[in-house]
């Protein structure tokens, strides 16, 4: 017989109430954006108002007629209009002197496409909630269509792998780091393989939303769309850390700091070779990916260990 | 304009309500793969139960087990545990196939 | 007249419409600059500035985002204005579609300018007509003075329990938006009192933190066309609120504008001009000198696009001998003028008599008097049975 832990893991405390969403919900088997709005409930709780999207999380955030898939007040909107409907809600709370959490809930293409000009707007009037952006890398509740936070090489619907092309040939855009660039109280990026470090990082969003704008950036693999088994989206985001391809780093108004450090990062290829969609590629795509990863970490890490100069 | 039958909602617009209609959707039915917990093995550390995205691992009390209601089946519990003490065994190998709790 | 006399001021139809919000105490602004609106976000912002209106100021990054900014303020409870333009009342329609299906009471004040397609930077009602099918109340004013009284009995208008959808006041851009005239500014606290049938009523739908109501569901089969059949119905019943709130406006401010439609010398008139916007203005004096000269004309002044005022427009043109629509747009599709058009469907209850179609006074061409003349004299002939062209395109017929 096993010997028994006594307690269970710290991160149960943060916990502070139910999950309001309904045991079935529609997300696909193994999808981590179902652990992150089931744990986002639990933390922040059921005061909170939810803006979503189409996206993956529509068909459950969404209600079907008068019924809904779980409990909590949500507003729903197009894809061009999630952060300035968010910010109305804010807006009219704050008139009325109502501290209420609001969090816009998209993907991607929202985020970084679509709906990328009101969140710009939002976080530079700073505008006072949180935006949470699910990075799937692409279009998925649409089937898989590239977006532009898409890697390099990455295979889809309309980047496929065929004689005339092999897959994307442009580098994904790095919109935390566009966020964080618009000195925003608190910007942040997360994973589930990190879920206290996540969490930590929601709680953290809570308070900093007094201040302003918060967003916080959370890599979120698709099983279906990627092509990774339904038991391997944790350990997909966990190889995304180790290799420095997602770094966990924060954002207090333009001042960064990594929240996690990998003391030796593993070759993108440990990461690549668990997923199909980078099956095609050749060694010097591989060796470019890399290069992206090593230079993209390698300016984090900068923008970390920056001291304003005594004198210019 | 002769209108036969009854709004089946209150509201002008469309808002939905879960004090009306919470909606539940049959998702243990979409298991092809069972996760089976080896009470002894299980040191109780609650990994499962928080990589579960449906957040269906039932806390009984020194160990966890999955509510067959709504695990999809999906593995994350078995692949994550640190001790290997939950197998993925397919649903045919059960009596009760397809079983909920 | 139920309240005091108002301060007079000389005033751009653009701060006539900032003024109107401002009475009406909304709890969020939102605010794009877009020629010919862009003084109506400048004299709000100085409003809140000196402090005399207390409201969330919101300076947008583009339309888009002012009608969703307001229509969520709305339906977390709160009162809101915003204004565009053409180009900006397109940037934003998605959200206006959206405002309009979720029945968000926002107020709207629209400056007229030239859409789609040529770039115009002038006056024309192509980018109203260009919202027809958007489901919002569609309301056109004449002057200045009717811009700030229709941006207060707006609001009225949307926020009534039985209506709940979306009102746009809509203004000639550079004839209205413009042009400075006197202006009677009601008391803040009358305006408030007029308003004030808003607050006993019901409280609408809202979201509330707890509470598990979501906004924007997604719908569905018979749910769906239930929810369609009840926008419909709150259209119908936007005619006669339109008429009752005009009525009641002119019992307390002394100022009424017929509601729907006005009609003006048409009781015993033979031929009937209708216009709309401040083309009305100058109709109504070429109407006084052909009745000088004996002639039967009357004028009916459109106030209401959406909905059409069928049953108003029905009666007042009923027994006419020929009536001449002047458009300040144009349908494509059906190569007339789009109130044209629409009036046209009305023929089985009106009576087939001649109908004709003017356009005119696009990007800025004056709807001027000799045209105006010209439309009374063709109407006239074809009431006496001549031969006439339906459909006159004024300025390329000189």
Known sequence: MTQKKKKLPRVFEYFRDEDQFAGGVAFCAGCPLELTLRILSKVLGRETIIVGTPSCSAPVLYGQNIGTWHRLPYYSCLMTGVASSATGLVRYYRKIGKDVTVVCFTGDGCAADVGFQPLSGAAERNENFIYICYDNEGYMNTGVQRSSTTPFGASTTTTPVGVARRGKEMSAKNLPLIMAMHRVPYVATATMSHLEDFIKKLLKAKEKKYEGFVYIHVFSPCPVGWGIESDSAIQVCRMAVRTN?????????????????????????????????????????????????????????????FETPKAC | MVIRRKF?????????????????????????????????????????ALYCP????????????????????????????PRGAIAMVPEGEFADEGAKR | MKVRKGEIKVITGNAAAAYGAMLCRPDVVASYPVTPQTEVGEQLSRFHADGILDAEMVEVEGESSSMNITAAATLAGGRAFTAT?????????????????????????????ETPGILAVSCGQQDMVSTRDSGWVLIVVENCQEILDSVIMAFRLAEDIEIQLPVMVNYDGFYLSYLAEAVEIPAREDVDQFLAPLKLQPERTKLVPGKPLGCGTHGILVEFMELRYKHCAALERAKQKLDEIDKEFGEFFGRSYGGQIEEYRTEDAEIVVLASGSAAGTARMVIDTKRAEGLKVGLIKLRVFRPFPRERLTQALKGKKAVGVIDRSVCFG?????????????????????????IDGLANMDISIPHIERVID?????????????????????
């Not at chain 1, 990461?271 to 095609?280: A, E, G, S």
């Not at chain 2, 449906?54 to 545990?81: R, S, V």
């Open chain 2, 8 to 48: 089946s909602s209150k509201y002008e617009a469309g808002w939905s309500d879960a004090d009306e209609l919470l909606l539940c959707l049959d998702t243990g039915s979409w298991r092809t793969k069972r996760p089976v917990v080896d009470k002894e093995e299980c040191n109780y550390c609650g990994l499962c």
């Open chain 3, 85 to 113: 333009s053409s180009w900006g009342l397109m940037f934003m329609y998605d959200a206006m579609l959206q405002a309009a299906g979720f029945r968000a009471p926002v107020v709207m004040a629209n400056a007229n300018r």
């Open chain 1, 245 to 305: 391809y997602f770094p966990l780093w924060e954002a207090e108004r333009g001042r960064f700091h990594l929240t996690h450090t990998v003391a030796t990062p593993r070759p993108v290829t440990e990461y690549t070779k668990l997923i199909r969609k980078f099956r095609h590629l050749s060694e010097e795509e591989l060796a470019r990916l890399q290069e992206e990863v090593n230079s993209n970490f390698a300016f984090l890490h900068h923008l970390a260990e």
């Open chain 2, 54 to 81: 449906p957040q269906c691992m039932l806390n009984l009390e020194d160990y966890f087990a999955p509510n067959l209601d709504f695990c999809k089946g999906c593995g994350i519990c078995a692949k994550e545990c």
């Open chain 3, 334 to 358: 059906w190569n007339c003028g789009p109130i044209y058009m629409e009036l046209r469907a009305l023929s089985p209850d009106i009576g087939f008599v001649p109908m004709m179609s003017f």
């Open chain 3, 378 to 398: 063709e109407v006239y002939a074809a009431s006496q049975g001549k031969s006439y062209q339906e459909v006159t395109w004024i300025p390329l017929e000189e």
